[in-house]
């Protein structure tokens, strides 16, 4: 679907929810009928020595926080292969912490990248493109290190404007077209720019309709929760993130979280299917 300039002006000011979702509904059910992907992710805290739980229903585990060097990232992705022992795929890091830590350890990000890749890393988590120096040349240079990017992502909104940073998003996969997943919902609040439920769903669907040159818009479980990513569905998202990797069913079958994301895009109209980190279908 091919929105001109005028038409996102309009729908970027309307206060007609109503419409802007169906268009946006609309667009991803032509790319992607109804199925509705969704990873159940272990995080795992970027100290080295920290425990690694490797739960057996996890698609990745992931490392989070902002490693303290660049011997700690690189022993880090070192213990938790060991303690995955080739069992389900490894990503870790914010691009934007890599790009910090190579230039203050006096390194090229390249050869970084490089050494994370060796010690046994997949995927570089995420990319917040309101964080990066350079987003295109990084990016680039994760491609050319031999690892994939997990999801671009929006750290914090800068400005309620959000045809500005999605066309910046567009501009961005024209370049580099390695993006397979846009998260456009802020992983922080910023409380400049306030934001409600009826702004994350405009935003979502907006970026639907923008970013047409990236596969997948992707909602967060763990940090918007079951209600929003539900609606998100039905307004454009196509693939959930974070979705507990722990079997617990101590409330129940039907509160376990396999069952509970499972259940959800059901009632959005849409069909579930698991993948993990490397975006592969898992059976199960």
Do not use: C
Not at 161 to 176: A, C, D, I, Y
Not at 191 to 198: C, D, L, R, S
Not at 264 to 272: D, L, Q, S, W
């Amino acid at each position: 679907m091919t929105v001109s300039d005028v038409e996102l002006a309009a729908l970027a000011t309307t206060h007609d929810i109503i419409n802007l979702g169906m268009l946006a509904d609309g667009e991803r059910r032509r790319r992607h009928s109804t199925r509705t992907t969704f990873v159940r992710v272990a995080r795992v805290p970027a100290a080295p020595g920290a425990p690694v739980p490797v739960p057996a229903a996890a698609g990745e585990l992931r490392i989070e926080g902002a490693p303290s060097s660049r011997a700690a990232a690189i022993q880090r992705v070192r213990e938790v292969i060991a303690a995955a022992a080739g069992t389900v795929p490894i990503s870790g890091y914010s691009l934007a912490d890599l790009e910090q830590m190579a230039a203050r350890e006096g390194v090229t990000l390249r050869s970084l990248l490089e050494e994370l890749r060796a010690a046994g890393l997949e995927l570089v988590a995420e990319a917040p493109i309101d964080l990066m120096q350079s987003a295109r040349r990084s990016i680039e240079e994760v491609n050319i290190g031999g690892l994939a990017l997990g999801r671009l992502t929006v750290h914090r909104l800068q400005d309620p404007n959000m045809v500005v940073l999605f066309k910046s998003v567009v501009e961005l996969q024209r370049q580099v077209g390695v993006v397979r997943t846009f998260a456009p919902l802020p992983r922080t609040m910023n409380p400049a720019v306030p934001t409600t439920g009826y702004d994350d769903v405009k935003r979502i669907a907006l970026a639907r309709l923008v970013v047409d040159n990236v596969p997948s818009i992707q909602v967060d479980w763990s940090l918007y929760g079951p209600k929003l990513a539900q609606v998100a569905l039905t307004v454009g998202a196509d693939d959930v993130d974070g979705v507990s990797a722990e079997d617990d069913m101590s409330e129940g079958r039907r509160r376990a979280p396999l069952e509970e994301i499972r259940r959800n895009i059901r009632a959005a109209g849409f069909g579930p299917v698991e993948r993990n980190g490397r975006f592969d279908v898992l059976a199960r």
